[in-house]
Structures are given as C-alpha cells and as structure tokens.
C-alpha cells in the first residue's frame, strides 16, 4: 500500500472514532468502540504505520485546541499516548517534541485535562529520551517480572459474582483470559521486552528477525542476562538528569553485538528487510487472575496473597512489624503471650537461678525483661484518604512520588487492579468490602503502605429487549459514567452486549493458534489508560427492628428503597385504626431530614406523612444534579457535595360528593441525611443497592448519611478529648471525613 494510501486509511478511521465520540447514542449501543480498536490492531501489524497515525492524530488534537472542542482531546490524546507504548519505532524526535509541547499547552486548562495532560507529558519525557522504556516497564510491571531497579508489580484481579452473571459468561471470559495467558510466558516476555528495547534504540540498524531467532534459541539463563542487561540499560539513563542519547545507543549496541556476534554488523540483505517489516513485537495483556465473588472477605484475602512474596523487597523493621497477623499462612493465627515480662514470673527451667536470699534476687525481682515491644506511629502519622495516590506517575517515570511514601524509605511498589463485572448490585457489594477493607486497615494497617489500590467496572447486565437496553434499571451507575466521560461511554460501555454476545457462540478448544480476543483487549486498554477516579460517596444506614436495641449498620452506594409490609407489627398495646384510613393504604411515617442547600448551611426539617414507600438515590438519573453530586479527584469542593435525592411515594385524602378518596404523589427532596419511623407500629422492609440478598424485614426506624471515613484507635482517643472542665475540645467538633471510593474512568468527569 502507498504511503499516500496508508494515510487516508487512517484518517478514515481516526474521523470514524470522532464521529462515534460526537454522535449520541443509546447506553450500551452494539459496535461502539470498534474503530479505536481497528485502530490500534492496523499499527500492530504494520508497526512501520506508526509514524502515520501520530502525525494524523497529533493534527486532530491541533485541530482541537484551536477550534475548542475540548470533549474529543482526552480520548485522542490516550489514543496517541497508547500507540507510543506498543510502538516506538519509527518515531522521531520530532514528533515526540511536537506531542510534547501539545501537553505542555495542556496544562493552562482545568482538570481534568491538565491532569491528564501532565501525565501524558511526563511520560512522552521519558519515551523520548529513552526510546522503549514505556513498553520495557509495562511488561516488567504487569508481568511480575524480577528486576531489582524497577521493582514494581501490578496485577488485574477480574471478580464476578455468579449469582449475578450466568455461568456462561463466567467460563466464556475465563477461557478467553486462560488462552490469551498460555501464550505469555516470562521466557515469551522477556524476549518481547530485549527485543522491542533494541529495536527502538537501533531503528534500521537493528536485525529484528535474526535477533528474534537467536533469543528463541537461547537457554533461560542467557535470556535472563540479556534481559536484565536490557533493563538496567534503559533504567539507568532513565533516571539521569541528563540523559545522554549516544552514551545509552553504545550500551545497546554492545548488547546487540554481544547477542548476534559480527554478523550484527554486516549490512542486511533485502530479504532480511521484508522479513523484518513483517515482525511485529506484541505489548503482552497484563497478568489476569479471574474470581468468583463469593465472601465478602474475597477481596482482603486476595490482596494479602498478592503481597505475600516479598522476597524482592527491602522493607524496613517497621513496615515488616505491620503484618505479624495479616500475612500468616492461617487467617486466624494470633499468639497471645500471658508473660507478665516480670523475671520472677518465668517458669523454673534449666537455666542457673541466683539464691533466693541473695541481693541479686531481691534486686531482680522488681526488674522486667525485654518483654512484647509496642511500635509507636509518629504523632502525626494517620491514615489516608485514598489509596490511588499519584495517577500512575511512580510507575510511569521510574522515581517514586514523594506522595507515594507513607513511611520512611517504603514506597507503594504493588499496583491492585481490582475489575468487577456486573450491574448496581455487583458495585453494591463492592461497596461492601471497600468499607470492610478501609475499616480492617484502621486497625491492622496490613496494605496501606505497600499497595496501590485501583478500581475498575465494566457492566454486565442481562439485556432482554431492546427496550430494557435503552434504559437498564440495573445499570444506572455505568450510565452515569458514561454521561460523564464520552470515552468510558464508546470504550467500557461496549463490552456489555460483546460479552453477552461471547457466552453465546460456543467455545473454541483449540488452544494452540494465536488468540486475538476484542473483549481481553478492551479490558487491557481500560486498566493501563483509565487512571482517573470518579469519587462515589458511600452512605451508611443504620437499621432499627427494636428501639431498645442496638442497630444493624450497612453500607450502600447507589439506592436505599423502602417499602411498607402488608401486616402490621404483632407487638402488644398498638393503638388502634383510627377512622376512615383503609387498611393496607401506607403507614404514617415521622420523616426528619437536614435539607441540602447550596450554602451547605445545616436546616432540619420534621414531617409527619402518610406515604407507601420511599426511594433514596445517591445516582440521580438528571445529569446537572448528577454531575455535580459526585466529583474528579481535583476539585476542591470533593467533599462538600453530598446529596440524597429522595422520592416519597405519599397518599393524600380527599372529600368530595362520593366520601372520600385516597390518591397517590411522589414528592421529592434533597438531603444530606435522613431518618425515619414508623408512627403507627406499621414495620417496614429495606433494599440497599437494588439486592435482594440485602433485605431488611420489620424495620421500625432507619437513619442514612455520609459514612465517616474508618478512624484508628489513636484518632478516635485524640477526638474524644475532653478538657479540664469536661467538654468537647475542639478537636472533637471537626467534622469526620466523609469515605469516597474511586472508580477509574479515562478521564474523570469532563461533561
């Protein structure tokens, strides 16, 4: 194909992806995000293209910064960015100065394109200096590959709940992962990553088809040393100040010589050109391990697993004292000592014991041993808000953020990417073990210092007709998601009907040919370039069936629905049915609430209703309200915006001719947090997150508001205080944090 050609197939594919990305279409729409994909698979297999595609999609971005269409920047700056990873070679400098630059004007504009843009910029800085590193350190860090000078390590954990996902889709994506995985071995990675590392470096000068041959014939030991003779290449002159581009190609030129022996310097006949144009070195998908969801303690556990080999670390003392009970083989192990650590409390043993009546006895009898030592944090150490910490930016660059360090000399060197597949309910229960987690961590403080934590959804719904597929009541969270990034929207929302559509076709068993799967590669294109949170705010409800009792505490994320039961409560000495209020029509209910203002100025508000129901949604359907109740990770007023939106289903009584009448109308309300009880002994039943597995029966009184964020012992003791006169200090009148969980999406909020 000329090169003319070449061109404008890729400019009809890069207008296709912006013609999807300026057409609304229906949530979960069929054959949306295609063109990206297409995209990128036309430059895999001619990496010589790649050059094409930047300068087109580097003219597309000019384009849009001048004419202001700011909606299409972030998804063409990701498409760029990830065509730079699978493929460097052929870039010039010029074009890397030219990206460069584009991201630098960037950061004039708010978040969240500044904040993309910064990362981008850093990351174009090192690929240009250093031709390769972005895709030596993709497969390091994803593969779990050893190297002591870039010890990070990422892993997709892909949960599914099976009784929420049929059990086709289940083992549908297990296959599909499993065949992808078999063909990427450490030996197959490594050989990627020298490989692809020297081509970049050497450009035309590099024998890619012989090099290729002489890695498959190597043994695993030679391997291994050209591997780690690769990295520490790229490493070293990554983290100079100065990079010197001639110092770095000498090194590899001495490994590429040392590998293919004076033949590397013999020029190349034209077969060995054809034969090298072919050859295209594959980005690996990241290590996927898959669960079913069936404990709520799944996700600790799988954590704590995934942190256990820590052979490679140099941790200090205190960080290895954290996880004395976390990190055992046996959950449950925990030893208790009952030594006072009182020397005259040891059992009588064999070693020589003074004289009773003797000085040294009557001395040593009122000493202590070294007994059980109780690390002290500093004073002003807590734990923090969030775990996302710095977008990915100690990964990208090498040098671990300063933000990333919890303790002296420990940084966060293990990324969790945790995916979950499934509708509201799946995100429910996430919520679930998110809180669970968080408040684990309060007391153990296990994997906070050492682990990044990433979430990730991608909606699986049970789409029966079309009709339900325009509005999918069990998809309300992806919805708002996509409405509030376009490219979350074309990318993640596709995959729904493509899944479904998997578990259909009937499984291939022929695992020997190269697996060329969309959904795994649109999963691998999710966890790598979606790094930025959308922060949800999580609310707990407390759950009263007896006044006199303590009450049930729940977490729920996206609704709060109540119903009223059929029979009234059994309990003795309930007053008795007033006049003219049929039976079964409602109860009377005592509603107190804080009303949300703009002012955010507390105004309480009591009410007395006859109502059959109430609905609270923390995900409004209208996308003012909606956009602006949750928040991107940059703005200031993140924890400032929590809102309930609540309809109240209430029956209204009125006189006419006939007698009277009862009618029905939903009234709605904003709050911040709401409590309510039934007056007339009439119980009530809950629903958190649309479960049915969640559902509480003989309710009398729920309360619902913001959750606190988990406090530590030390932090609850220091609020607590009391002065000399016994009141509140003013360290107990600040206002507890409210626990946000982040959900990644490409670019945050932008609409």
């Given at each position: ?9 890729f ?7 912006l ?5 609304p ?9 295609m063109w990206r994909?297409?995209?990128?698979k ?22 849009a ?8 920047i ?6 760029l ?12 400098e010029?074009?890397?100065h ?8 960037l950061?004039?504009?708010?978040a ?22 972005l ?61 692809h590392?020297?081509q ?16 498959q ?30 110092g770095?190609l000498e ?13 590397a310097t ?8 054809l ?8 980005l ?9 969801w ?12 995934f942190?256990?080999?820590r ?11 954290l ?6 083989p ?10 006072s ?7 009588l ?9 003797s ?9 202590r ?13 807590s ?28 940084s966060?060197?293990h ?22 987690l ?16 990433q ?26 998601l996509?409405?509030a990034?376009?490219w ?9 009907p493509?899944?479904l ?14 697996v060329?799967?969309?959904?795994l ?8 370039m ?19 009792h303590?009450?049930?505490?729940d977490i ?5 629905k ?6 009234k409560?059994p ?44 609905v ?9 309200e909606?956009l602006?109740?949750?928040?991107s990770?940059?703005a200031a ?22 007698g ?8 709605t ?25 969640r ?10 508001g ?12 220091k ?13 107990n009148?600040?206002?507890l ?14 609409q």
């Amino acid at each position: 194909m000329e090169s003319s050609d070449v061109e404008l197939d890729f400019q009809r594919s890069v207008q296709a992806v912006l013609r999807e990305l300026n057409t609304p279409a229906p949530a979960f729409q069929r054959n949306r995000g295609m063109w990206r994909w297409s995209l990128h698979k036309k430059v895999e297999r001619d990496p010589g293209k790649s050059s094409v595609l930047v300068r087109i999609l580097l003219r597309e971005l000019e384009k849009a910064e001048s004419e202001d269409v700011r909606h299409v920047i972030i998804p063409l700056l990701l498409t760029l960015m990830y065509v730079l990873t699978k493929q460097a070679t052929g870039i010039t400098e010029d074009l890397y100065h030219r990206a460069y630059t584009f991201c630098t004007r960037l950061l004039t504009l708010p978040a969240p394109y500044s904040t993309v843009a910064l990362d981008c910029a850093i990351r174009l800085k090192t690929e240009a200096a250093v031709p390769g590193t972005l895709f030596q350190r993709t497969v390091i860090a994803e593969q779990n590959l050893m190297s002591e000078l870039y010890p990070y390590q990422e892993r997709v954990f892909l949960f599914v709940d099976p009784e929420l996902v049929s059990a086709s889709v289940c083992s549908a994506l297990l296959l599909e992962i499993e065949a992808a995985q078999e063909q990427q071995t450490p030996e197959a990675c490594m050989r990627h990553v020298v490989t692809h590392t020297l081509q970049a470096a050497l450009g035309d000068a590099c024998h890619t088809g012989a090099l290729n041959r002489k890695l498959q014939a190597s043994s695993r030991r030679i391997l291994e040393h050209y591997f780690h003779a690769v990295v520490a290449a790229i490493e070293q002159v990554a983290r100079e100040d100065s990079p010197s581009r001639l110092g770095h190609l000498e090194r590899l030129e001495e490994i590429y010589c040392s590998l293919l022996g004076p033949a590397a310097t013999r020029k190349r006949c034209v077969g060995d050109l054809l034969q090298d144009r072919l050859l295209s070195i594959p980005l690996p998908s990241p290590c996927i391990t898959f669960h079913l969801w069936t404990d709520q303690e799944q996700l600790w556990k799988e954590l704590v697993l995934f942190l256990r080999p820590r052979s490679q670390m140099h941790l200090s003392a205190d960080l290895e004292a954290l996880d004395l009970q976390g990190f055992r083989p046996d959950w449950d192990l925990a030893r208790v000592s009952t030594d006072s650590g009182i020397e005259r409390d040891l059992p009588l043993g064999s070693d020589e014991l003074p004289d009773p009546s003797s000085s040294e006895m009557e001395h040593a009898a009122l000493q202590r041993r070294g007994g059980i030592k109780k690390r002290v944090w500093p004073p002003d150490f807590s734990m923090p808000g969030s775990w996302d910490g710095p977008p990915g930016l100690h990964r990208r660059t090498g040098r671990p953020s300063g933000d990333g360090e919890l303790l002296p000399g420990v940084s966060r060197v293990h990324t969790a990417r945790v995916l979950v597949l499934g509708d509201d309910r799946m995100l429910g229960r996430l919520a679930q073990a998110y809180y669970r987690l968080r408040k684990r961590e309060s007391k153990k403080f296990c994997l906070t210092p050492r682990l990044s934590l990433q979430l990730y959804y991608i909606p699986v719904l049970a789409l029966q007709d079309p009709e339900a597929s325009r509005k999918p009541e069990l998809g309300e969270l992806a919805s708002f998601l996509g409405r509030a990034d376009p490219w979350y929207e074309s990318i993640v929302n596709t995959l729904c009907p493509a899944i479904l559509k998997l578990a259909e076709m009937p499984p291939c068993l022929d695992t020997s040919r190269t697996v060329d799967p969309f959904i795994l590669d649109v999963i691998t294109y999710y966890v790598r370039m979606g790094t930025q949170p959308i922060y949800f705010h999580l609310y707990k409800v407390k759950i009263f069936t007896n006044l006199s009792h303590d009450p049930t505490e729940d977490i729920f994320l996206t609704e709060l629905k109540v119903k009223i039961q059929d029979s009234k409560s059994p309990k003795e000495g309930s007053s008795p049915r007033r006049k003219g209020v049929p039976e079964g029509t409602g109860a009377e209910l005592s509603v107190c609430y804080q009303k949300a203002l703009l002012s955010h100025r507390p105004r309480d508000v009591t009410v007395s209703l006859r109502a059959t129901g109430l609905v609270l949604k923390a995900i409004p359907a209208d996308d003012t309200e909606g956009l602006s109740h949750c928040t991107s990770p940059n703005a200031a007023s993140a924890l400032d915006c929590t809102c309930l939106h609540v309809s109240v289903t209430e029956v209204v009584k009125s006189s006419n001719l006939a007698g009277r009448s009862f009618t029905t109308t939903t009234n709605t309300f904003r709050t911040s947090s709401i409590q309510v009880q039934s007056q007339d002994q009439r119980l009530l039943t809950l629903w958190l997150d649309k479960d049915s597995q969640r559902t509480f029966r003989d309710v009398v009184r729920f309360e619902a508001g913001p959750c606190p964020e988990p406090c530590s012992r030390a932090q609850k003791s220091k609020m607590a205080g009391l002065n000399s006169h016994g009141q509140e200090t003013e360290k107990n009148m600040v206002k507890l944090s409210p626990l946000l969980m982040p959900i990644n999406t490409f670019s945050g909020i932008t609409q």
